[in-house]
């Protein structure tokens, strides 16, 4: 073992360890609160509800993420088992699981229904009432289309701001979260997951494979790559849950599971790469690898050394190398999220700089492929290198200079660095330790 690895494996559990209490901050942070004066609008969260972010900002520049965001909640859950791994807090773990898992169950009650008109009226400021949502789409919510809610209030309410809906990401990865937190955590609320799992799945049965606003927020609504893999995996892998349970829902998961596979042939480019959606040529988004990365399948046109995933991935390295500065000179480069983004700047993220990382590391495990880890530590050691002091870690990187962009504390950020870690322990096993 080499003293630049140990060296590497000490910052890594120091990082690892503030990424565990940086989640969580988020996750039922009842002690928080955020007032959004030109609303009128005072937000305390509930239990189980998790924060995209804790920082109470208000787009002065910063983004307000102070919300819950169902996708973002799903993937934050997936990384809740490392989480409890790197604190050794497994009551407080599974009790914030337990919480995450009823609060889900509460904002996706079927019985539910949304005001009549949006209470925030009477208090919005002029300025801010071009951002109220729509007195309309409150009134619409009850039934299914609770499930086609982005995010909602960090307190549960409805969200009562304008935003880009439908989006279908969000039940598929809070399927494909659950099933994965019920294995690696029998000691689950089972009923409470498995009331959640059906509602999740059924509706998946009636949705996936539509046009949606993706997992960028952007309209038009499309049929994303990202959103369609997240819901095929989903399917299939709820499949093999309801078996045993009701052969006749599962025969009809398996069976649009096989449907959007062979939609998803739709959006593959000449080169074998997948598209950012099937409507747009040409376009390549680092969501396609991260639903790949998280799928984790091993054979298949999924799979994570497949065409798919390779030609997605090189078509993006190619592109960030050339737009990014902060690249010039690196073998590896840090990853964004497509060629024209201009959020912020258009820059670097951490969470697809690191799922990339992840990526190598889970390749080097499958291959033995020491040259693969390489290009993981070369990654990492960049997220640890510009990594701002303190728990939390950003949304991004200035593309010229590695300082910190947007959000100052992304939580889905230090979810993808435990998992990046984690990939790396395998990797590191794989190889002999060294």
């Known amino acids: 073992m080499t003293d630049e690895k140990i060296c590497v494996d000490s910052r890594i559990a120091t990082a690892r360890a503030a990424a565990a209490r940086s989640m969580a901050r988020a996750i039922s942070a009842t002690g928080l609160s955020q007032h959004r004066a030109g609303f009128g609008w005072h937000v305390v969260p ?9 920082r109470p900002d208000h787009w002065d520049p910063e983004p307000d993420y102070f919300h819950h965001w169902v996708r973002d909640a799903a993937i934050i859950a997936r990384a809740m088992p490392l989480a409890m791994a790197a604190d050794g807090d497994r009551e407080g773990w599974m009790a914030r699981l337990n919480d995450y898992i009823a609060f889900s169950l509460r904002i996706s009650d079927p019985a539910r229904r949304g005001p009549a008109a949006n209470p925030l009226r009477p208090t919005t400021d002029a300025e801010h009432l071009q951002f109220l949502r729509p ?19 960090a307190d549960g309410g409805p969200d009562l701001e304008r935003w880009a809906r439908p989006q279908d990401d969000g039940p598929a990865l809070r399927a494909r979260s659950l099933l994965a937190l019920l294995e690696a955590l029998p000691g689950l609320d089972g009923a409470e997951a498995g009331l959640l799992l059906r509602r999740d799945l059924s509706h998946l049965l009636e949705v ?3 046009p949606a606003i993706g997992p960028w927020e952007e309209e038009p609504p499309r049929r994303c790559s990202f959103t369609l893999i997240a819901q095929a ?16 829902f599962a025969a009809a998961l398996r069976a649009k599971s096989g449907e959007l596979t062979v939609l998803l042939r739709q959006a593959e480019e000449p080169d074998g790469s997948l598209r950012e959606s099937i409507e747009m040529p040409g376009r390549h988004d680092i969501g396609t690898v991260m639903a790949l990365l998280d ?14 995933m390779a030609a997605t991935v090189a078509a993006l390295e190619a592109v960030f190398s050339e737009i990014y500065p902060i690249n010039a000179g690196r073998a590896v480069p840090a990853m964004g999220r497509w060629r024209e983004d201009v959020f912020f700047g258009g820059n670097p993220w951490y969470p697809c700089t690191l799922a990339c990382a992840e990526l190598d590391y889970r390749l080097a495990a499958m291959h033995r492929d020491r040259t693969r880890f390489g290009r993981g530590e070369a990654r990492m050691q960049m997220v640890l290198d510009l990594a701002p002091e303190g728990d939390a870690l950003p949304e991004q990187f200035d593309r010229l200079t590695g300082a910190p962009r947007s959000c100052p504390a992304l939580t889905w950020s230090s979810a993808a660095f435990l998992q990046a870690a984690e990939a790396r322990d395998l990797a590191c096993q794989a190889l002999g330790g060294s």
Request: aromatic share 4%.
């Open 295 to 308: 799928v984790g399948r091993r054979d298949g046109p999924l799979a994570l050394d497949g065409r798919w």
């Open 46 to 54: 509930a239990r189980g509800s998790v924060l995209a972010s804790i």
């Open 135 to 153: 007195d309309a789409e409150l009134a619409a919510l009850h039934g299914s289309a609770w499930l086609e809610e982005p995010r909602c209030a």
């Open 208 to 210: 996936a494979g539509r």
């Open 233 to 248: 995996d989903a399917l299939e892998r709820g499949a093999d849950w309801a078996r045993g349970r009701d052969p006749r």
